[in-house]
């Protein structure tokens, strides 16, 4: 699976943007798939997962009832649609294929394959 993520850029506090990422194969329906971040001098940390059929998902607390996750499967793309938009929210944002766990896992070595990465950036 390759991952392809885009959508990054620099918004204003309280702004939003649209992550994208596109995967290539035919294995993207199952994958469950996730959004982490890492920010300057920060480990990298889970954002949102959403489950193959796209009926389950998880968020960090940091972003509840303001990032939405949610997938295309016929399109074999991911997206993180982040509204209401933080400076600590800051940071390089990947995308992550895992083929092989049944639940949304939350720590990274769990996914086998990542995207390149994206740069949100939010000023106050």
């Known amino acids: 699976v390759q991952l392809q993520a885009s959508g990054g850029g620099l918004v204003q506090a309280g702004g939003s943007l649209r992550l994208s990422c596109a995967a290539s194969g035919r294995t993207f329906s199952s994958c469950n798939m996730a959004w982490f971040r890492q920010a300057p001098g920060k480990e990298r940390e889970i954002v949102a997962g959403?489950?193959?059929?796209?009926?389950?998902?998880y968020y960090v607390d940091s972003v509840k009832g303001r990032f939405t996750i949610s997938r295309d499967n016929a399109k074999n793309t991911v997206y993180l649609q982040m509204n209401s938009l933080k400076p600590e929210d800051t940071a390089v944002y990947y995308c992550?294929?895992?083929?092989?766990?049944?639940?949304?896992?939350?720590?990274?070595?769990?996914?086998?394959?990542w995207g390149q990465g994206t740069l949100v950036t939010v000023s106050s």
């Open positions: 959403i489950k193959r059929s796209g009926g389950s998902t």
């Open positions: 992550a294929a895992d083929l092989s766990s049944n639940w949304i896992a939350i720590i990274a070595r769990y996914y086998a394959y």
